[in-house]
């Protein structure tokens, strides 16, 4: 009973006592300790450790805690950032293309001497008879009228049909009555580009090519400027395909408009005032 009277006053005496006992033996100089002292000092080394581990380990945990806390803050901001930007990006992209588009438009201006006007593209008729695409002016003119050549800056486009006003029918080169003379842009060999009226894809020919002239697939054709209605130099088409007979005058070739006229949303109409450049001289050909 007096045991259980006096416990808790012996407990908080211990309570204050070890610990300052293990303070005073832990300060004391090592060559003044006493042999009390040294044991004191021996019992609470891996007790002091295992509480220095602790707290370091709990200074590390929160230490790791906070800066994961601030990461995911910083990655929340950059997610949202990123977000932003892409959203910038889109909204730019078909201002670029638009740029670029009209930058080139504005290069073809610059390479034609005469006058031109520019025209959108509203509508396309396409069946196995006829090849046309219609196009509406940006601003109006009294020069314009049937037969002029009309180019992108991809290259020939085809020539004016029928204007009404602001708006323009024109027949594409693709079209199996239209017809371009051109030349091989590597070699000079001339030829006649003409549409096959395919009616599923825009396909051309290029006839009157001599069996003897030099042509291989993926030669660029371009405009050879004879007559008034075509610039000199413009793309027409890249040769798809060559076969040469072993008897005749002409080659077949085979080959693709550079225009791709499913895409095509802009024309430039060409004023031509240009005296006519006559073709070469013609010379019969002879079978070989």
């Known amino acids: 009973m ?10 908080v005496v211990l309570a204050l006592a070890v610990p300052f006992w293990f303070l005073r033996a832990s300060m004391k100089d090592p060559r003044q300790a006493t042999g009390a002292d040294r044991v004191v000092v021996q019992i609470a080394a891996p007790i002091q450790q295992a509480v220095t581990t602790l707290a370091r380990g709990i200074s590390d945990l929160w230490g790791d805690y906070v800066y994961l806390v601030d990461v995911k803050k910083n990655n929340a901001e950059l997610v949202s950032q990123n977000a932003r930007l892409g959203e910038r990006v889109r909204e730019l992209e078909p201002l670029e293309v638009e740029n670029r588009r009209l930058r080139r438009d504005l290069d073809l201006k610059n390479d034609i001497e005469d006058e031109v006007v520019t025209a ?7 069946n196995e008879f006829f090849r046309m695409t219609r196009v ?5 003119s009294s020069a ?25 029918d024109v027949q594409l080169i693709a079209d199996a009555g239209a017809g371009v003379d051109v030349v091989v842009e590597r070699t000079q060999a001339r ?5 096959t009226g395919d009616e599923r ?7 009157f090519v001599k069996r003897t002239d030099e042509v291989a ?13 075509f610039p000199k130099g413009h793309r027409v088409c890249t040769v798809s395909k060559v076969l040469k007979n072993d008897f005749g005058v002409y080659q077949q070739v085979a080959c693709t408009p550079t225009v791709d006229f499913s895409r095509l949303e802009e024309v430039l109409i060409v004023l ?8 070469p001289p013609k010379q019969t050909a002879r079978e070989p």
């Open 2 to 11: 007096n045991f259980k009277k006096y416990r808790d006053i012996v407990i």
């Open 120 to 126: 959108q593209v509203i509508g396309k008729n396409t």
């Open 136 to 140: 509406t002016l940006d601003r109006s």
């Open 144 to 168: 314009l009228k049937a037969n002029l050549p009309v180019l992108s800056p991809d290259g020939v486009v085809g020539t004016t049909l029928k204007v009404a006003g602001d708006t323009i």
């Open 191 to 195: 030829g006649i580009v003409k549409g």
């Open 201 to 207: 894809e825009y396909r051309c020919q290029v006839e």
């Open 217 to 229: 697939v993926g030669d660029v054709m371009v405009t050879s400027g004879f007559g008034v209605r």
């Open 272 to 279: 031509s005032t240009r005296e006519p450049i006559p073709p």
